[in-house]
Antibody, heavy 121, light 107 residues
């Protein structure tokens, strides 16, 4: 069955960095775009970034542009989110999600359980 | 950027009731709209994509309609397991955006 497992979350000081990973299984990784979505405690969903099926196209939200980088390793079925210069407002549960189709413009249809990022001094 | 709004922000209804949530986009998104259910402490689950297509495994009591800027999500017969927050999302143009969510509870 389709599985997405995030890791790499934790506590980091403001200005620090973290690299989130999302290991996937149960489907052909190279047939789907992939997305990161975050959710601050008690808040709604915020779309963060998307990457095309082959990694050739990426797009990140304005709120994280210049600080976050989305990438993927298709040889190892893994999605990444490199987060630099973290701010208190970046604290959230980060979900990786599979795009429903190969195209970048498709909604996420399977989600991981999320990894918690806490930004605190 | 496209902005999404939802109403109501919360509702309480009885088991068996028909429940309707609306979602509005700040510009035409054609039918590039999805609906998600999120239960407390869990990841969201896709229910509806492309405005009105039921995702595999989603119960048939869930449906979606609309196009352009105005969309509706309906639960035809509310069940106890439907408690949770429902979000719409547009994927017509980047950056994709979610609505603020509607909390659905049982009376």
């Amino acid at each position: 069955q389709v599985q997405l497992v995030e890791s790499g979350g934790g506590v980091v000081r403001p200005g620090g960095s973290l690299r989130l990973s999302c290991a996937v299984s149960g489907f052909t990784f190279t047939s789907h775009s992939m997305t990161w979505v975050r959710q601050a405690p008690g808040k709604g969903l915020e779309w963060v970034a998307v990457i095309s099926y082959n990694g050739g196209f990426t797009y990140v939200a304005d709120s994280v542009r210049g600080r976050f980088i989305i990438s993927r390793d298709n040889s190892n079925n893994t999605l990444f989110l490199q987060m630099n210069n973290l701010r208190s407002e970046d604290a959230a549960i980060y979900y990786c999600a599979r795009g429903r189709t190969t195209t970048n413009f498709s909604p996420p249809d399977f989600w991981g359980q999320g990894t918690l990022v806490t930004v605190s001094s | 950027d496209i902005q999404m709004t939802q109403s109501p922000s919360s509702l309480s209804a009885s088991v068996g009731d028909r429940v309707t949530i609306t979602c509005q986009a700040s510009q035409d998104i054609k039918t590039s709209l999805s609906w998600y259910q999120q239960k407390p402490g869990k990841a969201p689950q896709l229910l509806i994509y492309d405005d009105s297509h039921l995702n595999t495994g989603a119960p048939s009591r869930f449906s979606g309609s609309g196009s352009g800027t105005d969309f509706t999500f309906t639960i035809t017969t509310l069940q106890p397991e439907d408690i949770g927050t429902y979000f719409c999302q547009q994927y017509d143009d980047l950056p994709f955006a979610f609505g603020p969510g509607t909390w659905v509870d049982i009376k």
